[in-house]
């Protein structure tokens, strides 16, 4: 298992372009969470899945985000009309039912909106 | 509502001092308590968490915390730092029989270790 990974990296776009984030969990673990870190602060909880149901969503999930895990294995999130203020690293992460068993993380994907 | 205070932005230490890193957090019922770190451009990777039975706990590369709920702190220490350590570190809580497992995070510590 190669843990948690998320595509792309990088991405650049230009304010008012959709953007779509891919994230894979490890295989096992039925949870799968998103979260969004802009720099100097902790992250932020967006939203989260437990197989293919979207159970949470924050209100920092404007209508503008949307996210899917379809067949409970990855997932997206997709960012419309792109503002400069989406700038931020987004990171995917994934764990066992339980909150005891903690989170695995994915190395993230930095958003720049310019 | 859940917290998580974490003192000091920035911490500096010389290699081979005692590293301490601060948290405290608000919750109405216990909670469990976690401490990641993260290197530049990389995720979080868990250090170690408490969730029942001893308030000790150790974590990797010689990290532990100790849970004290009179204080309610979690603080996060090592007793000689490496200039590995040299990393973001995080603290986080989630409530105790949240079945969602959604993590509050602390705003981070960064820690900076002088040859």
């Known amino acids: 298992d190669t843990g948690v990974s998320q595509d792309p990296r990088h991405k650049i776009t230009k304010r008012g372009q959709n953007v779509t984030f891919r994230c894979d969990p490890i295989?096992?673990?039925?949870?799968l969470y998103w979260y969004r870190q802009t720099l100097g602060q902790g992250p932020e909880f967006l939203t989260y899945?437990?197989?293919?149901?979207?159970?949470?969503k924050s209100r920092l999930l404007s209508d503008r985000f949307s996210a899917e895990r379809p067949k409970g294995s990855f997932s997206t999130l997709e960012i419309q009309r792109t503002e400069q203020g989406d700038s931020a690293m987004y990171l995917c992460?994934?764990?066992?039912?339980?909150?005891?068993?903690?989170?695995?993380f994915g190395s993230g994907t930095r958003l720049t909106v310019v | 509502a859940q917290s998580v205070t974490q003192l000091g932005s920035h911490v500096s230490v010389s290699e081979g001092a005692l590293v301490l890193l601060r948290c405290n957090y608000s919750?109405?019922?216990?909670?469990?308590l976690f401490w990641y770190v993260q290197y530049p451009n990389q995720g979080l990777q868990l250090l170690l968490k408490?969730?029942?039975?001893?308030?000790l706990v150790k974590g990797i590369n010689g990290f532990e915390a100790e849970f004290k709920k009179s204080e309610t702190s979690f603080h996060l220490t090592k007793p000689s730092a490496h200039m590995s350590d040299a990393a973001e570190y995080f603290c986080?809580?989630?409530?105790?029989?949240?079945?969602?497992?959604?993590?509050?995070f602390g705003q981070g510590t960064e820690l900076s270790v002088k040859p």
């Open positions: 992460a994934s764990s066992l039912t339980g909150v005891d068993y903690g989170y695995t």
């Open positions: 295989s096992e673990h039925n949870r």
């Open positions: 899945f437990q197989n293919e149901a979207q159970l949470e």
């Open positions: 919750s109405s019922v216990p909670p469990y």
């Open positions: 408490y969730t029942t039975g001893a308030t």
């Open positions: 986080a809580v989630s409530l105790r029989g949240n079945q969602g497992g959604k993590l509050i």
